[in-house]
T-cell receptor, first 114, second 113 residues
Framework: DTEVTQTPKHLVMGMTNKKSLKCEQH?????MYWYKQKAKKPPELMFV???????INESVPSRFSPECPNSSLLNLHLHALQPEDSALYLC?????????????FGSGTQLSVL | GESVGLHLPTLSVQEGDNSIINCAYS??????FIWYKQESGKGPQFIIDIRSNMDKRQGQRVTVLLNKTVKHLSLQIAATQPGDSAVYFCAETLDNYGQNFVFGPGTRLSVLP
């Protein structure tokens, strides 16, 4: 299994809603990532978890709250988002500590904030 | 030809021709580079990678060239096919753990029939 699975594929939410994005991988990878991608732009790193611990937080606003319940799952909790947060949210995973750092991406969640 | 402007840079090639996509990276200390392909509605897909101790690496129909002197990376696609139409991103790592990947601006490849 070489897949990273993200749910939901599409999400529309209001600025007062609370929602969560979910990501799952069964490749035994110990690093998991959240990226944000605006249209016609490259992915931008938000968070990195290594061995279920947050290792990188790229100064992301607190309305985005990541969680890594175990080595296979990664969540992104959303609260009080702004319309400018509308984007494609990509989850990725990689092996860690093996010298093979290539990222495997999911298909993303297309988020629209109204 | 290639066009750069307010929109995503676009490279248009005839089917069957070779494509060359270029990328200027930012950090001379970066030691690992990846090319990704992103099709509409999908996440980026790994194509090929290269470490800074190499200057060329070949895969199936693809070759990556690294010129550390001028901080330049290129992706060559041989015999370009319609299925190669996508946006291509280069990515570099900015830390020793290979986790802080930074992506280039991307190039849209359009394959003409």
């Amino acid at each position: 299994d070489t897949e990273v699975t993200q749910t939901p594929k599409h999400l529309v939410m209001g600025m007062t809603n609370k929602k969560s994005l979910k990501c799952e991988q069964h490749m035994g990878h110990r690093a998991m990532y959240w990226y944000k991608q605006k249209a016609k732009k490259p992915p931008e790193l938000m968070f990195v978890y290594s061995y279920e611990k947050l290792s990188i937080n790229e100064s992301v606003p607190s309305r985005f709250s990541p969680e890594c319940p175990n080595s296979s799952l990664l969540n992104l909790h959303l609260h009080a988002l702004q319309p400018e947060d509308s984007a494609l949210y990509l989850c990725a995973s990689s092996q860690h500590g093996t010298g093979d750092e290539k990222l495997f991406f999911g298909s993303g969640t297309q988020l629209s904030v109204l | 030809g290639e066009s750069v402007g307010l929109h995503l840079p676009t490279l248009s090639v005839q089917e069957g021709d070779n494509s060359i996509i270029n990328c200027a990276y930012s950090n001379s200390a970066s030691d690992y580079f990846i090319w990704y392909k992103q099709e509409s509605g999908k996440g980026p897909q790994f194509i090929i990678d290269i470490r800074s101790n190499m200057d060329k690496r070949q895969g199936q129909r693809v070759t990556v060239l690294l010129n550390k002197t001028v901080k330049h990376l290129s992706l060559q696609i041989a015999a370009t096919q319609p299925g190669d139409s996508a946006v291509y991103f280069c990515a570099e790592t900015l830390d020793n753990y290979g986790q802080n990947f930074v992506f280039g601006p991307g190039t849209r490849l359009s394959v003409l029939p």
